[in-house]
Each structure stands twice: as structure tokens, then as C-alpha cells.
């Protein structure tokens, strides 16, 4: 996590100083090779193509860049759908929030991507103009598979539905992502609270930490999603339809409980937290409450022995041959004599 932090800020050093519109490559890892397809399709047709092509009328085009290594060729692109400085600048700056802008000639959508061990999260940005979606990715994923799939097949309601529809369809993936998440994270929280409250020696700080820290991540990625969405089917914009419009109302119910899971996750979780560290009080209060109890039964026991290790010539008992075996005795009648009365008081 400090780490992380730090790369954060070594991040922002890099720009700091230049003129905004700069365009240059900022994250915490090294961008990964530039891959450019195009998918060229209407209703009845679809064709896939290496490279940036150009659609014919009647005809949707979707470019699908992953990999932000190339910035020379991703702005070459970028510059065929007219795409703003300002708007590239955000898509080298990797670490932006999830973010909803609205240009002369497109609208331009940030969101983050939920995509596997080693990519945990990635950045995502969509164009949607007349005709034409630009996805740009961090990282090359199979996330827009299921898409790719769909459109390649004849005929489906996405190649019908022209760009509006595929911008809501790139969206809801995404969405699908963070809902499978949130249902993953809150499984694990219902395991972990049961087993703090069952077993807390079975687990630990460092575990319930890593958890919660999963969650504030992915509420990080989702909580300015439905405040996005509700400006997207507020505003009447002239790149989405009214189709497109009402199927992001689902997508914002989508984004409502994940708002309220989140919240909920984080505060049951701050819980587990108090539950196991006051579990280890009582852990600890109960090892304190028995090593008392043993100190206390061995003071008088420590007294006995301590008055017979005093060497004088005359003291009782010392000079007959059951004189031992008697003081060991009194010994075990103090112990069980203490350990009765404890018992009874309910102290042990």
C-alpha cells in the first residue's frame, strides 16, 4: 500500500509543471503493447479487421484499442473521431476517476475495469460519436468478448441498435463486473463475520484488513458511477437515443445497490474489526484471569515453603519422620481448599 502511494505520487510529479493537454503516459506500471481491431457492423453483418478502418453509410464502427505503449499511433486514431488533447490526456493519465464529459463531436465516458489477478483493475475509456465507439483500455481483456460474440452473430438487436446501444452494452459489462464483485465480497463478509464470531483464532487483523481494503476499492471504482449515469438519462444527448437512454435506467437501478452494498460492506466489516479485536480481549482477559488465579494459590504455598527454608534448630515437625509428607499435605488441602472457593465465587 505505501508502495502504491508513493508510485501515486511520483505519478503526479511527472505532469507536474506541463501545459494541460499534454499528452503523456502516466501510471504505476509499464503500459503494455498497443493493439488496435475494428469492428465494422450492421443489422444482418459484421466484419473484423486489424487496424483502424472506415465504415461504410448504414454501417457502425467500433475501434477497440488495448495498451497504451503506442501513444503516437492511439492519437492518430484518436484524431480520425476529432478526439480533444484534453480527452487523450485522460486516457494516458491513468489513475483518473470514473467520469462522464460532453464534447462538440462525441461524449467521452472514464470508467474502470475489474479484470484479473495480476491486473486487478484497469482504466477504460469510450467515445460514442454519429456512427462510431472508441474503447480504449489500459490493458488487453476479454471482458468485451461476450460483445464480440454477439455481434458476430445474425441477426442480434446489438447490430440493430448501431453505436447507442453497443455504449450501452460496453457500460453494462462493466457494471456486470462490479455486481458479480460485490456478490463475491459479500459472501466472504458473511463467512469471515461467522468465523470471528465462531473461531476468531482462525483468522486475523492483516485478513479482515484486506478484505475491507477490497471493498473501499471497488466502492472507490463505483461511487460516482450513478451520479454519472443520472446526468447520462437526464441530459437529452444527441449521441445516445431514447432507447439507449431508458435501458441505462437498469444500469442505474445497477448502480444504486452497488452504492448501498458497498456502504453496507464497509460498515459490517469496520464491525468484524471490533468483534475480533475485542474477542482477543477476551482471550487475553481469560489467559490474565487464569495465570492470577495460579499465582494466587501458589502465594500461600510459597509461604509454607519459605517459613520450613528458614534453617532454624527447632521448628515443628522437623525432627519426625512424617514431618515432609504433613507440609505436603497442608499444601494440597490449601490448593484445593482455594481452588473450591474460586469455584464458588464463580472466579474460575
Known amino acids: 500500500m505505501h508502495e502504491k502511494k508513493q508510485s501515486i505520487s511520483a505519478s503526479h510529479k511527472t505532469k507536474e509543471g506541463m501545459a494541460a493537454g499534454s499528452l503523456l503516459y502516466v501510471g504505476d506500471t509499464q503500459p503494455q503493447k498497443t493493439k488496435i481491431n475494428s469492428h465494422i457492423y450492421k443489422e444482418g453483418g459484421y466484419k473484423l479487421q486489424p487496424g483502424l478502418a472506415k465504415a461504410q453509410e448504414g454501417e457502425t464502427l467500433w475501434v477497440e484499442i488495448s495498451g497504451l505503449e ?3 499511433e492511439i492519437v492518430r486514431v484518436a484524431k ?3 478526439i480533444s488533447n484534453l480527452s487523450l490526456e485522460d486516457v494516458f493519465s491513468t489513475d483518473q476517476r470514473l467520469k462522464l464529459d460532453t464534447y462538440d463531436y462525441y461524449l467521452s465516458v472514464t470508467l474502470r475495469i475489474l479484470t484479473d489477478l495480476a491486473n486487478p483493475e484497469q482504466q477504460l475509456s469510450l467515445f460514442v460519436g454519429k456512427g462510431w465507439v472508441l474503447s480504449i483500455a489500459e490493458y488487453q481483456t476479454d471482458v468485451f468478448s461476450s460483445l464480440v460474440k454477439q455481434l458476430s452473430q445474425e441477426p442480434t438487436k446489438l447490430q440493430a441498435g ?5 455504449f450501452h452494452s460496453l457500460i453494462d459489462r462493466v457494471v456486470d463486473q462490479y455486481l458479480v464483485k460485490a456478490d463475491e465480497l459479500e459472501l ?6 461467522e468465523l470471528v464470531i465462531t473461531h476468531p483464532e482462525q483468522t486475523d487483523a492483516p485478513s479482515i484488513h484486506r478484505h475491507k481494503a477490497d471493498i473501499l476499492r471497488i466502492r472507490r471504482m463505483t461511487g460516482p458511477l450513478k451520479d454519472m449515469l443520472s446526468t447520462l438519462i437526464r441530459s437529452e444527448n444527441q449521441y445516445l437515443d431514447r432507447n439507449t437512454t431508458f435501458l441505462l ?3 442505474y437501478d445497477h448502480a444504486l445497490w452497488l452504492s448501498e452494498e458497498c456502504e453496507m460492506l464497509r460498515e459490517t466489516v469496520s464491525s468484524i474489526m471490533e468483534v475480533y479485536l ?3 480481549d477476551m482471550r487475553m482477559n481469560a489467559i490474565m484471569k487464569v495465570l492470577t488465579i495460579i499465582s494466587t494459590i501458589f502465594i500461600p504455598l ?3 515453603t519459605g517459613v520450613y527454608g528458614m534453617n532454624f534448630a527447632h521448628m515443628p515437625f522437623t525432627g519426625v519422620w512424617w514431618g515432609f ?3 505436603m499435605i497442608c499444601c494440597i488441602i490449601v490448593v484445593v481448599g482455594m481452588a473450591i472457593y474460586f469455584r464458588r465465587k464463580q472466579w474460575w
Open 70 to 72: 503506442d501513444i503516437r
Open 80 to 82: 480520425e473521431f476529432s
Open 162 to 166: 448501431g453505436a447507442p446501444m453497443l
Open 188 to 193: 466472504k463478509t458473511e463467512g469471515l463475520e
Open 249 to 251: 435506467r437498469d444500469i
Open 278 to 280: 475485542s474477542s482477543l
Open 302 to 304: 510459597t509461604f509454607l
Open 325 to 327: 509428607y504433613g507440609i
